[in-house]
């Protein structure tokens, strides 16, 4: 499975951009997708994560009623809304993918790992 992750840049605060993870390979074995992020300086983080096929959705807080999760199977694509973007938003991005049949927020649980793209929240 590999990962290509894109859509990042530089935004004020209070814009919004939408990130993509174009999955390619044994999709098949893909159970969950997540984005994670990572800070200068922090540990990388779980921002959220979808049920590739049922397409359940899970949150950390700091995200609720701002970012949205989403996919386009027959596009091999996940995607990560993200609105009214606050300064604190300011990482690398990462997207995941975990063949586990229950979902985790717990980053060493994903299996495949996508490169990551900056996004930068000017105030």
Known sequence: VQLQASGGGLVQAGGSLR???????RTFS???MGWFR?????EREFV?????????TYYTDSVKGRFTISRDNAKNTVYLQMNSLKSEDTAVYYCAADKSYYY???SWEYDYWGQGTLVTVSS
Do not use: E, M
Not at 19 to 25: D, M
Not at 38 to 42: E, V
Not at 48 to 56: D, R
């Open 104 to 106: 985790t927020t717990r």
């Open 30 to 32: 893909i159970n969950y």
């Open 19 to 25: 990130l993509s993870c174009a999955v390619s390979g």
């Open 48 to 56: 959220a994560v979808i049920n590739w096929k049922g397409g359940s």
């Open 38 to 42: 990572q800070a200068p300086g922090n």
